[in-house]
Nanobody, 123 residues
Framework: VQLQASGGGLVQAGGSLRLSCATS????????MGWFRQAPGKEREFVAA????????YYSDAVKGRFTISRDNAENTVYLQMNSLKPEDTAVYYC?????????????????WGQGTQVTVSS
């Protein structure tokens, strides 16, 4: 499985960005999909994840109410809509795929990773 994240960029605080993660293969709907981020000098942290059907999203407290994860199984793509962005959201954002049923916020629970896309929020 190959994952290709895109959509990052530079935005002012309070602005919005939409990240996309396109995957290869015909088994996308069998993966739990997640987004993680890593800021300079910090460990990678969980942002959001969504079940295989897309009906059950899960968010970190840091982004709950501002970010929305969704997926389009017909297009083999997962999205992260980021609103009300803050400077502390600045990081490289990674998408990841998990081959088991249950959703997880642990990065070691994910089997495949994209290359990351930079999000920079200016104050």
């Amino acid at each position: 499985v190959q994952l290709q994240a895109s959509g990052g960029g530079l935005v002012q605080a309070g602005g919005s960005l939409r990240l996309s993660c396109a995957t290869s293969g015909r088994t996308f709907s069998s993966y739990v999909m997640g987004w993680f981020r890593q800021a300079p000098g910090k460990e990678r942290e969980f942002v959001a994840a969504v079940t295989r059907s897309g009906r059950s999203p899960y968010y970190s407290d840091a982004v709950k109410g501002r970010f929305t994860i969704s997926r389009d199984n017909a297009e083999n793509t997962v999205y992260l809509q980021m609103n009300s962005l803050k400077p502390e959201d600045t990081a490289v954002y990674y998408c990841a795929a998990r081959t088991t049923t249950w959703i997880s916020g642990r990065d070691d629970a994910y089997d495949y990773w994209g290359q990351g896309t930079q999000v920079t929020v200016s104050s």
